[in-house]
């Protein structure tokens, strides 16, 4: 859901959009990532073994961190090149594309919530 409302946030600027609509945009795709750092956070906790999650949660930290400042690095020559609103509408069809490989991917398609595992007092209580 968050991939879906960060598409129209580059294409706002990119078509003209008005800047309420352009606005707008902008408070989905903050809706939308807040959701999906809760739903990410949620799965990577109760589906990577507890042995392995900071490693898990490190590597993916490191792996989003360290793209962002090549993005950055890359977008500005890229918008003298061929002109921002090109660059900002190739950035929503990247996004349609990334969405559409990983909606692709039936272990992604497929996640659903774990199992819940009861705690040391949800034994007790279950056992007595």
Request: avoid cysteine.
């Given at each position: 859901m968050r991939h879906v409302l960060l598409l129209a946030q580059p294409l706002a600027p990119a078509l003209g959009?008005?800047?309420a609509l352009t606005a707008a945009t902008g408070v989905l795709a903050g809706c939308g990532f807040a959701?999906?750092?809760v739903?990410?956070?949620t799965s990577?906790?109760?589906h990577i073994p507890l042995a392995v999650l900071s490693r898990v949660s490190a590597y993916d930290v490191a792996g989003s961190i360290m793209v962002i400042p090549v993005g950055?690095?890359?977008a500005g020559p890229a918008a003298e090149s061929v002109g921002?609103?090109?660059v900002l509408l190739f950035s929503s069809v990247m996004g349609v594309v990334c969405l559409a490989?990983?909606?692709a991917v039936p272990a992604v398609r497929a996640l659903r919530r774990a199992p819940e595992k009861p705690s040391g007092a949800d034994r007790a209580v279950a056992d007595g």
């Open positions: 959009w008005s800047f959701f999906w750092g739903m990410w956070a990577v906790q109760s950055r690095a890359l921002a609103d090109r490989v990983m909606l």
